[in-house]
């Protein structure tokens, strides 16, 4: 008969993707090895071995959690929208300021996301992908309400793109307690929306 799990189990597991994430965001996850992570953890291999079979396993916990976060925000803030009565660019504004906000205190998984889907099965890899896709939509069907009169079918897809590079590349340049915060460098992309896709695109 299967051990019954502790009432502790689920924090224990949420300990290990953190840790793991730092490892992985340090030595990159094909050098992170099992040793490493337990370490980390202040425990043993075998240990680690009772939450999880693999690193992979790890990655996929990761990662499966951390896209279901981004998809919540998606939903709060368009919850919060409707809430507020917020106008179509006041709820993109909230997006982006929710997504800022998460990637404060998720660098590390954020860059698994980024770097790091590749090394799942093909399952996890396209589940993990599509909730990606969903991410994008989304941010895709704000813009174009915000915008209605600059998104056109044609470049809609590069907006949102554009969107994405100046918030999803943050883990990599952009330190809390830095110069410029998150929720400051939130109200510049705020701006730049604003005071960019407010006007008319260049003939």
């Not at 992570?37 to 939450?51: E, N, Q, V």
């Not at 982006?96 to 998460?102: T, W």
């Amino acid at each position: 008969m299967a051990r019954p799990k502790s009432a502790t189990h689920d924090l224990k597991r949420d300990e290990i993707l953190d840790v793991a994430a730092q490892c992985f965001a340090r030595q990159s996850f094909p050098a992170a090895s099992m040793n490493d992570i337990a370490k980390a953890c202040g425990t043993s291999k075998a240990r680690l071995y009772h939450y999880y079979e693999s690193k992979e396993a790890i990655l996929f916990d990761l990662l499966d959690r951390y896209t279901q976060r981004l998809l919540a925000l998606i939903g709060e803030a368009e919850g919060r929208a409707q809430r507020k009565n917020l106008s179509e660019r006041d709820a993109l504004s909230e997006l982006v300021r929710a997504f800022l906000a998460e990637y404060e205190t998720s660098a590390t998984r954020h860059a698994a996301l980024v770097s790091d889907t590749k090394f799942l099965g093909p399952a996890q890899r396209e589940l993990v992908v599509n909730r990606q896709r969903d991410v994008v939509a989304a941010f895709t069907r704000f813009i174009r309400r915000a915008y209605p009169e600059r998104v056109t079918p044609t470049n809609q897809t590069a907006l949102t793109m554009m969107l994405f590079g100046m918030i999803n590349w943050t883990f990599i340049w952009l330190r809390p307690g830095g110069p410029m915060s998150y929720a400051g460098f939130a109200e510049e992309v705020v701006a730049v929306l604003e005071n960019g896709l407010a006007g008319r695109r260049p003939d």
